[in-house]
Structures are given as C-alpha cells and as structure tokens.
C-alpha cells in the first residue's frame, strides 16, 4: 500500500507554528520595553516641545508646538561643544588608566606569588563597599593642596583604578589553563610577554567589557566634578547640563535637549558594542 509522504506524521507540533509559551514571552519582552523607553521618550516630547504650551496642554504624552532649532540652541547657549572636549579627554585617560592599573593588578593576583597575597586581594575587593561619599573631602583637599582643581588630572585623578576591574579581569585570568602559562614558560616566554601577547588577548571579552564599562561610568561622572570644578569653562558635559538647565527656568526644554545630545554617544556605544558588553560580563561565568 502506497504511503502519502506529504501527510503530517505527528508526534511533534510544526515548524514555524508559534508556542504559547513563546507568545506570552515576546509580549512580556515588549511590555518591559515600553516601560523602559518610556522615559526615553518623554524627554524627547520634553525637549521638542514648547514649555509654556505644554504645561497648559496637560503635559501629554506628545510633543506640542514643535521648536525642532532646541538642539541648536542648547548645543550654542550651553557651550556644550567644549564641554563634551573634557568629558571626551577625561573619559579616556580614565578608561585607558584603568585598563593598565586592572590589567597589571590582576594580572598580579592570578600567576605571581608572594607574601599575603590573598590579603592584599581581600582588602582591594573591599574597597568596592566604600560609597563614593566616603573619599570625596579627602580627595577634594588632596587636589587642593597640588593645585589641581580646574583641570584634567584633577578631573581624573581619583578614579585612574578600580577594584571592580581588577576582580572581573583576575577572573578570567584564572580560567587560563595551566598547560598554556607552563608552554609560555618553556618558550621563555617573561611575565611582561605572556601577559601583554597570550593572557590579554586570550581573555579580550572580559577586558573589552570592562573598558566599555569603565567609559560609560566615567562619561556619566557628577558628584566629583562639583567639587574638582570651580569655574565654567572647566566643566565637563554632565555639570554643564545642570547648569544649562538652572540658566533656562522659563524654556526647560533647553535642558532636556542637553540630556539627550549627552546621551547621544552613549546609545552609539551600547548599540555598537553590546555584544563585547555581555560576554564580557558572562565570559567565564560557565566553565566547561
């Protein structure tokens, strides 16, 4: 008896045919999208919007009376061009340091050995439970006294390592197998070399998502430079935005058109680099 080959033959639902369970997973995934790029949106509606109708309107979730020339304004008033030149300069002489400093450091707690060690590592992790505010008056009268306020070391001084950094690079140090530091070794291979030409770019996940972490936290810096920073032209993009909103009251979209040009290379960032963020994060999360 012939068999008809192109009758379902069961036993498995088909291809491309949705599962609930996917359905429900999506709308919740698009649910928490909303809910996050809500903000987002707003403060475009904000920032296009023209102040004094908006508020008459009820602040509703549209632009009303459209003023699209606000980014130029904000940009020219606010000076934010030079602004952007210090937070460039000092996110990436922050960014570069700490890569070396966590780099060396972990580099150090994974393959060298000496005296308390483990201590050593102990007391550096335990630097991450210090709130900012704890360092602030001790740092703020140290660039006092070597004249530093106002300027690009005294912007980037505090912050040149990190604790953070050291723990996530150390980690994938040590999930460099042995059989490669022992081949190194035989090649005569110093410590510098192995360092900088196999450890390095075997784990560039991690270090690459921590560079990308450290740039994005120097960019978004607040609190400090309020206290390194005492005159305008010294000031980085993030104070220069409160200030450009405390100059303009009576037209706040102003600041809000500040935000979100800020913001600008930040979304570039995450977009480009998303994926070297989260293997960074999760590389050696697993071992297999």
Avoid at 29 to 55: D, E, G, K
Avoid at 135 to 151: G, M
Avoid at 165 to 172: S, V, W
Wanted: overall charge positive; hydrophobic content about 55%.
């Amino acid at each position: 008896m012939a068999t008809d080959l192109t009758a379902p033959t069961g036993g498995s639902p088909r291809r491309g045919a949705p599962r609930l369970g996917d359905v429900l997973w999506y709308l919740l995934m698009t649910a928490l999208s909303l809910i996050v790029l809500f903000p987002v949106w707003m403060t475009i509606v904000r920032a296009l919007s023209s102040p004094i109708p908006y508020l008459r309107n009820g602040l509703p979730p549209y632009p009303v009376e459209v003023q699209w020339n606000v980014f130029r304004s904000a940009w020219t008033e606010g000076d934010l061009a030079r602004a952007f030149l210090i937070s460039t300069v000092v996110t990436l002489v922050i960014t570069g340091a700490q890569l070396v400093t966590s780099v060396l450091a972990a580099y150090s707690f994974a393959f060298l050995r000496y005296p308390l060690k483990k201590l050593l590592f102990a007391l550096t992790i335990a630097t991450l439970l210090l709130p900012i505010e704890v360092t602030l008056v001790v740092n703020a009268r140290t660039i006092r006294s070597w004249d530093w306020l106002n300027s690009i070391q005294g912007l980037s001084a505090p912050f040149l390592a990190t604790a953070f950094g050291i723990f996530l690079i150390r980690q994938a140090f040590l999930g460099i197998p042995g059989d490669l530091r022992d081949a190194a070794m035989i090649e005569g291979y110093s410590h510098w070399r192995f360092m900088w030409r196999v450890a390095v770019p075997v784990c560039r996940a991690p270090v690459a998502g921590f560079a990308l972490i450290a740039l994005l936290s120097a960019w978004g810096q607040y609190t400090w430079p309020r206290l390194a920073v005492t005159v305008s032209d010294w000031e980085p993009l993030q104070t220069r935005l409160a200030s450009l909103a405390v100059q303009n009251i009576d037209r706040s979209n102003i600041g809000f058109a500040g935000a979100l040009i800020a913001a600008v290379p930040i979304v570039v960032l995450l977009i480009v680099f998303q994926r070297q963020l989260i293997r960074g994060l999760t590389a050696g999360a697993v071992k297999g």
